[in-house]
């Protein structure tokens, strides 16, 4: 291994908010250090424990944070970032790419992707913080969590209740236009629940009314992270695969013209394609 591969990998390893904003905008994508992790893949209680242990007081210090309302931006990148280092100790494995439209691209997006664990959540704020300020829309219920709520509520992030599709589109469209008109991002999962199989029926098209309405193009993010599976008794709290690397991939921004058909079919041609090219089930 050359000096120069040893200090970009030392950089990673220790890097602060400003180093991992360069890193991704000059590479245009992420990938985890090649580090082994022999007791988290040989040793799966280790991996879950170091999981869970690291993350607990990841989301304990931002939550209280966040009940005293000094969660800031910066901070939240700063503990996505934390939530990487924990997810790599674990021995996952975080292949992201496709960043060169957003280094591009000036102003608030509308980012539509796929969901299917918990881990999106934590890990999209490293990449969409790097470009521009951004909030995310979640089920209200989770804002009512402990700890991981005071977090939610501290970001001020738009809830739905996804029980009364019309309302929820008010909410959104509202909501979403106010906050991109503050210069604010938004990102939306447009599926009913998570899942590692992905349904095309169940994709709706919310994203793009939103942007549609609020005038500003849509980019699409294809995800595989079932390195997180689901708890059999809390659905967040389940096993770790270390095993299973872990995969996002942005795609270029989309003007939302006419009706926005084209610009929804583009978003979900852009998931499929890359969601089978890693294995994962596809139904439509």
Not at 84 to 102: D, F, M, P, Q, Y
Not at 123 to 141: C, M, Q, R
Not at 175 to 196: D, H, K, L, W
Not at 206 to 217: D, E, N, S
Request: charged share 20%; proline share 5%; hydrophobic share 40%.
């Amino acid at each position: 291994m050359n000096s120069t591969r040893d200090f970009q990998i030392t950089t990673k390893i220790h890097m602060d908010n400003y180093q991992f904003r360069q890193i991704v905008k000059t590479e245009h994508g992420y990938q985890s250090p090649d580090r082994r992790r022999l007791l988290a893949h040989h040793l799966p209680g280790w991996a879950v424990a170091i999981f869970y242990a690291r993350m607990a007081l990841d989301f304990l210090k931002e939550g209280l944070a966040g009940r005293r309302g000094t969660l800031t931006n910066e901070r939240w990148l700063r503990a996505s970032l934390s939530c990487i280092k924990t997810i790599e100790s674990a021995g996952g494995r975080l292949n992201v790419s496709g960043l060169e439209g957003l280094g591009e691209h000036k102003g608030p997006l509308v980012f539509i992707a796929n969901h299917m664990s918990i881990l999106e959540t934590v890990i999209l704020p490293s990449f969409t913080l790097a470009f521009n300020d951004v909030t995310f829309i979640i089920k209200d219920e989770l804002r009512r969590y402990p700890v991981i709520g005071w977090v939610m509520q501290g970001l001020d992030f738009i809830s739905v209740h996804r029980k009364n599709p019309r309302e929820d589109l008010k909410v959104v469209i509202n909501e979403g236009q106010q906050r991109i008109q503050q210069g604010c991002s938004v990102v939306i999962f447009p599926q009913a629940t998570r899942s590692t199989v992905f349904n095309v029926k169940n994709f709706n098209s919310l994203g793009v009314k939103l942007a549609r309405k609020a005038g500003v193009p849509v980019v699409p993010i294809a995800l595989k992270t079932d390195f997180h599976g689901s708890g059999r008794w809390l659905k967040d709290i389940g096993p770790i695969y270390p095993d299973r690397p872990i995969y996002f991939k942005f795609g270029d921004p989309i003007p939302v013209v006419g009706n926005g058909q084209a610009a929804h079919h583009s978003v979900v041609e852009f998931i499929v394609q890359n969601l089978r090219s890693w294995g994962v089930e596809v139904r439509t």
